[in-house]
């Protein structure tokens, strides 16, 4: 991991990648999502990560509502972190 140590919140990223990897290689392939979710808490929460329950966000684009989006907030360091498919957003 040390090409993140130069960005911005590299600790956290850190974090969370070095839980999805131990979460995927003690568990393996094959199981549900919930499963890997139930697990990758555990993870956090043993390197002291707080991880809250859902929070429904409204998704905008191009000005228009589209639909609603259930994100898990991460909090690390005084910054709140949402878990969104291939983003992660800073609040």
């Known amino acids: 991991m040390d090409k993140l140590v130069d960005l ?18 003690e568990l393996g392939i094959g199981f549900l999502e919930s499963v890997y ?3 990758l808490y555990i ?3 043993q ?21 609603f989006y259930k994100a898990d907030p991460v909090k690390k360091n005084g910054y709140m972190f949402y878990f ?4 992660v957003s800073i609040k």
């Open 8 to 25: 911005p919140h590299s600790e956290i990223t850190s974090i969370i990648l070095d839980c999805c990897f131990d979460v995927m290689n």
């Open 37 to 39: 979710k139930k697990a």
């Open 43 to 45: 993870a956090l929460r």
């Open 47 to 67: 390197k002291n990560v707080l991880i809250g329950v859902e929070q429904s966000f409204e998704v905008i684009f191009r000005g228009k509502k589209v639909g």
């Open 84 to 87: 969104i498919p291939d983003i």
